[in-house]
């Protein structure tokens, strides 16, 4: 095993080269917390405005229907829950994908 610094040769198992000091198991850079921090609220801001978004056209679209005279109140219901139901699994599917692409970015740097 060579330093990657000064490149001389050390024995396998030792953590900092005998010559320069520099550490041998392997590249130890330290997480931007702030920088994966950022990136996270630039995934979640789309999450969440695609939440807010649904909701609030959901609830405007089954007003508009409610304030029309003789519109069955079931079908609003319905519409009501199949629109949450919706919006639920959009947001759902969102966050999952986001988890994945969170966790998966440590191993592709
Ligand atoms: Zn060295």
């Known amino acids: 095993m060579y330093c990657p610094v000064c490149g ?44 807010i978004g ?16 003789g519109f069955d109140t079931r079908a609003l219901i319905a519409i009501m829950g199949f629109g949450g139901a919706t919006v639920v699994c959009v947001v759902g599917l969102l966050v999952w994908l986001l988890l994945r692409l969170a966790s998966y970015e440590p191993t592709a740097r």
């Open 8 to 51: 001389a040769e050390s024995t396998q198992g030792l953590n900092y080269c005998k010559r320069c000091g520099a550490g041998l198991s392997g590249p130890a850079t330290p997480v931007d917390s702030k920088a994966s921090f950022g990136k996270m609220l630039g995934l979640i801001l789309p999450v969440a405005l695609v939440c």
């Open 54 to 69: 649904g909701f609030i056209a959901l609830f405007t679209t089954v007003y508009n229907l409610g304030e029309r005279s």
